[in-house]
């Protein structure tokens, strides 16, 4: 990440040569650094919006904060259907997920797993087995780790260690267990990832309540969360 120029460096640089620019530029820095950054555009499915001021969930401490659309279609349907078969004026609840920084590159593009007993979870699993959520956006900003190996010394965030939190949707099933005190989803298409909120080394004190701040979000944006029908995918 080191040798990885800023985007205004990049856009500068396509905008002088074109992509042909572009590309003998950072193939300058490094053979592979090209194909990599690549990769990591093309593979990415979901559609991350930044979020207008006025769409913004207040008491966060940042403006860094993102509507994912589109992750993962066949997980969105199979979300969409399970809360089909609920009842409709409550048939989702709201929550927060925190993990370390290194993970979201897989969450948004193959949404949240349940990682419990295997080689890759990450922190106990006191409460159960499946996908840990809290009401306290301070309660899982507490499991949001960084550390300094993948750092980007020209990212726009500085040269802080940026922390992921994501806000989540979650599906008011039947046999959802109650929260006690957090809510482990074993279930994994029970949970759609709907905002991402990126902080940085100033902007980490906050406990927002997760459903008082959906309740707030504007009802258009909130529309524009309806997922793909079958034939979509």
Not at 55 to 83: C, Y
Not at 109 to 129: D, I
Not at 165 to 173: F, K, R
Not at 197 to 204: D, G, I, L, T
Request: with cysteine; glycine share 8%; aromatic share 10%.
């Amino acid at each position: 990440m080191f040798r990885v120029p800023s985007v205004d460096e990049m856009i500068a640089e396509y905008t002088s040569g074109g992509a042909a620019g572009l590309s003998k530029s950072l193939e300058a820095r490094h053979a592979l650094l090209e194909p990599t950054l690549r990769w990591i555009i093309t593979s990415n499915r979901a559609h991350i919006r930044y979020l207008e001021p006025h769409e913004r969930i207040k008491g966060l401490g940042t403006d860094n904060q993102f509507v994912m659309l589109g992750a993962s279609p066949q997980h969105e349907w199979k979300f969409q259907m399970e809360k089909s078969c609920t009842v409709k004026s409550r048939s989702s609840i709201w929550a927060w997920h925190g993990s370390h920084f290194k993970n979201w590159h897989s969450i948004v593009r193959t949404s949240l797993k349940n990682m419990s007993g295997t080689k890759y979870q990450a922190h106990g699993a006191s409460y159960g087995k499946g996908i840990y959520l809290a009401k306290k956006s301070g309660t899982s900003l507490g499991y949001s780790k960084f550390d300094n190996s993948g750092m980007w010394p020209l990212s726009k965030l500085g040269k802080t260690q940026p922390q992921v939190l994501a806000l989540c949707e979650i599906v008011n099933h039947r046999n959802l267990p109650k929260p006690n005190p957090y809510y482990v989803i074993p279930i994994e298409h029970w949970v759609a990832t709907r905002f991402l909120v990126v902080h940085n080394s100033e902007s980490r004190r906050h406990n927002v309540d997760a459903n008082e701040a959906a309740t707030k979000i504007p009802r258009k944006l909130m529309e524009s969360l309806q997922g793909p029908t079958k034939g979509d995918l």
